[in-house]
T-cell receptor
């Protein structure tokens, strides 16, 4: 256990479904991140939150909607996804945006869009 | 833009062998992490190493910040070392860390 917990571990959804990914960290960190990892591609940063404020949004389609209700929880709401959105979605946290002590990652949610 | 290059892209070794993975980066870093991603997708932090040398069991890492590279050494490889190893420098000029494309290591019994 890394201290960052993601649920569910696996998710299969249709293109018309609405689902949410959840991330919870027990490390007392102030910054949280969503990354997407597609097959044979580098990890892509999607969103950055610091103290519950979104500080970065890397041109992510609006069908992905993040939510950070408090510094321990991060959600990624999904709706009307496309098959190319199938990927491993990873959550990470760090003490702050300076990341001097680095990132801690969750185990990821493997998403399949059918 | 900021570049991170890892080599080799793929490495196949017999159990017991030693290996060296390299990461070159294009700008001054304020931190650098090495991660191991296991076959189930979990990214495990191995080292925070902006400079100098650290050792943890069979693994060690060295970062030479002035020459903009880092090396990860794995000695006496075990099959559980298989997976993808990522280098991820962090830059004070950017609000994110940059991941390399990884080295895929396969250890054969």
């Amino acid at each position: 256990e890394t201290g960052v917990t993601q649920t569910p571990r696996h998710l299969v959804m249709g293109m018309t479904n609405k689902k949410s990914l959840k991330c919870e960290q027990h490390l007392g960190h102030n910054a949280m991140y969503w990354y997407k990892q597609s097959a044979k591609k580098p990890l892509e940063l999607m969103f950055v939150y610091s103290l519950e404020e979104r500080v970065e949004n890397n041109s992510v389609p609006s069908r992905f909607s993040p939510e950070c209700p408090n510094s321990s929880h991060l959600f990624l709401h999904l709706h009307t996804l496309q098959p190319e959105d199938s990927a491993l979605y990873l959550c990470a946290s760090s003490q702050d945006l300076n990341r001097v002590q680095g990132y801690t990652f969750g185990s990821g949610t493997r998403l399949t869009v059918v | 833009g900021i570049q991170v290059e890892q080599s080799p892209p793929d490495l196949i070794l017999q159990e017991g062998a030693n290996s060296t993975l390299r990461c070159n980066f294009s700008d001054s870093v304020n931190n650098l992490q090495w991660f191991h991603q296991n076959p189930w997708g979990q990214l495990i932090n191995l080292f925070y190493i902006p400079s100098g040398t650290k050792q943890n069991g069979r693994l060690s890492a060295t970062t030479v910040a002035t020459e903009r590279y880092s090396l990860l050494y794995i000695s006496s490889s075990q099959t559980t070392d298989s997976g993808v190893y990522f280098c991820a420098p962090s830059y004070s000029s950017a609000s994110k860390i940059i991941f390399g494309s990884g080295t895929r290591l396969s250890i054969r019994p």
